[in-house]
């Protein structure tokens, strides 16, 4: 029983260390949930890689595992072979290659009772132990080096060479490099990744898509490759593939690498807009946007545009609480993507959020402003006529009528049986309540004015702690200055709290 809640131990910090993936790669060496290993003691797998290799001796194999020369695991020109004679009704391998995955590489029992199993593998050095019936981790007695796990007992360790170990009798070449100009190319259509190292599973994780390890999956070639096509707009972007669903690597062919804070590397790219593999000239750097292809307000709306590719499109800004699914834009028929959005007249910042994670400026804007993370936030200035439309103009809205003057006094927000009551205490012609409960949105929980020139609503909440601030004439954000509970709002300024039990 001890040993069977360990591994479910170490199934479940394997499983939290790795969800969604690493933001910037697995840590070099990776391998598994934790040093020394999570898994059952005497057993159990370890970081081999930071531990001193320790050769194997005839005391250290188990009593009459002596194998015949070539029978055991071994390198051949199609990967590693691996085999299990030590009996079970299942086996699986597990390493430093899958995470120490007990179920991600099952081996097939044989016609001779044997369980064996060939498994591309990148050249490399990597420790590993069979898994008999799930829960039985087990030394290759047929391994030529051994490591400590740290409890007491071994780990296998197979040295992949790149070359063929069972070929005859000559020393099969060591495996070729990728050919100058095999790396990630650019093209007219988009950036083709192709990764040549092996394995079941193959994705493409990176700045461009969040680091999402099944977002980007490669398709497997003729050739034993994976290659994807990914449309990105210009710039500057980290990368590596995901083999497997936990394997993460650098692509090889790249002109460039950055660290990624783990001590290992991830891949780079510089998406120039110009299809790198246009014959024979260069091809011209992509068109900027002509002139009035921006956000242009006419006299139905703002229509905003994004021409930079992506399979999904939001507008995201200060008119939506910053939503990233609200306001979805259309895909036109020239490929660029569209929204005719009602904006009252204001200054609004915004960006695009292109496939649900990479948040973009807007080229053709007018205007920008630091989004407060190194980068711009695009802006939208409303006049409220159609500036962009028909030749006929729209006129402006006549101004709103001065807000009539406040009696009332602010009162912090107040928990009832109908739910809780907030109050804002100042001229306004309109104030929303916008927060956490309701996605940040301006428009969603209006107040209304009572005769003392207060605003309030009554707003069921569920009980926990919730962050909110008013929205004042539709493009002001206000505190609840009655309420003096606050935290930061993480882009320096406040949010106002209130508590339901």
């Known amino acids: 029983m001890k040993r069977s809640l360990l591994l479910l131990a170490s199934l479940a910090v ?3 260390g790795c969800a969604g993936g690493w933001r910037h790669g697995p840590p070099a060496g990776y391998a598994g949930p934790g040093t020394p290993a999570t898994l059952v003691p005497g057993g159990a797998p370890e970081a081999a890689a930071a531990a001193p290799a320790v050769a194997a001796t005839p005391a250290a194999r188990p009593a009459g595992a002596a194998k015949a020369a070539g029978a055991g695991t071994a390198e051949t020109k199609d990967g590693v072979r691996f085999v299990w004679t030590g009996g079970g009704g299942s086996v699986a391998v597990a390493g430093e290659f899958n995470a120490w995955s ?5 081996m097939q029992k044989q016609a001779d009772g044997s369980f064996a199993l060939l498994k591309p593998l990148a050249p490399g050095r990597y420790a590993y132990k069979f898994v008999v019936d799930g829960t039985n981790w087990k030394e290759d007695p047929t391994a030529a080096e051994f ?3 740290g409890f007491g007992g071994k780990n296998s360790v197979i040295v992949v060479t790149g070359a063929a170990a069972a070929a005859p009798p000559a020393t099969a070449p060591a495996a070729a490099k990728p050919a100058a100009g095999a790396g990630p190319r650019e093209t007219a259509d988009g950036v083709r990744f192709v990764w040549t190292g092996g394995g079941g599973t193959v994705n ?3 700045e461009f898509n969040g680091w999402s390890t099944s977002e980007d999956p490669l398709a497997k070639q003729a050739d034993g490759s994976f290659a994807i096509l990914k449309k990105l707009a210009p710039g500057r972007y980290a990368y590596k593939f995901v083999v497997d669903g936990t394997n993460w690597k650098e692509d090889p062919t790249a002109a460039e690498f950055v660290d990624d804070g783990f ?3 991830n891949s780079v790219i510089v998406v120039t807009g110009a299809a790198a593999a246009a014959p024979p000239a260069a091809a011209p750097a992509a068109a900027k946007p002509a002139a009035g292809a921006g956000p242009r307000e006419t006299a139905d709306g703002v229509r905003f545009v994004w021409t930079g590719g992506g399979g999904t499109v939001n507008l995201a800004g200060e008119f939506n609480g910053w939503s990233t699914s609200e306001d979805p834009l259309a895909k036109q028929a020239d490929g660029s993507f569209a929204i005719l959005k009602k904006l009252a007249p204001g200054r609004y910042a915004y960006k695009f959020v292109v496939d649900g994670t990479s948040w973009k ?3 053709t804007a007018a205007e920008f402003v630091d ?9 939208i200035v409303v006049a409220g006529a159609a500036g962009g439309g028909a030749p006929q103009t729209v006129s402006a809205p006549a101004a709103p009528a001065a807000p009539a003057p406040v009696t009332g006094k602010a009162k912090p927000p107040a928990a009832g049986p109908d739910g809780v009551t907030f109050t804002f205490a100042q001229p306004a012609t309109s104030v929303h309540l916008a927060g956490d409960f309701n996605g940040w949105s301006t428009t969603t929980d209006p107040l209304t004015r009572q005769a003392d020139g207060t605003w309030t609503i009554t707003k069921k909440l569920p009980a926990g702690t919730h962050a909110y601030r008013f929205v004042v004439n539709g493009t002001t954000w206000k505190l609840d200055d009655a309420n003096p509970d606050s935290r930061d709002d993480g882009f320096g300024g406040k949010n106002s709290i209130v508590t339901v039990k």
């Open 102 to 106: 007990p179920t991600a590489d099952a």
């Open 263 to 265: 001590g290992g590397k």
């Open 14 to 16: 394997l499983l939290s």
């Open 361 to 363: 400026e807007d080229p």
């Open 204 to 206: 493409l994780a990176g």
């Open 147 to 149: 490591v400590d796990d």
């Open 371 to 379: 989004d407060g993370f190194g980068g711009k936030n695009s802006v």
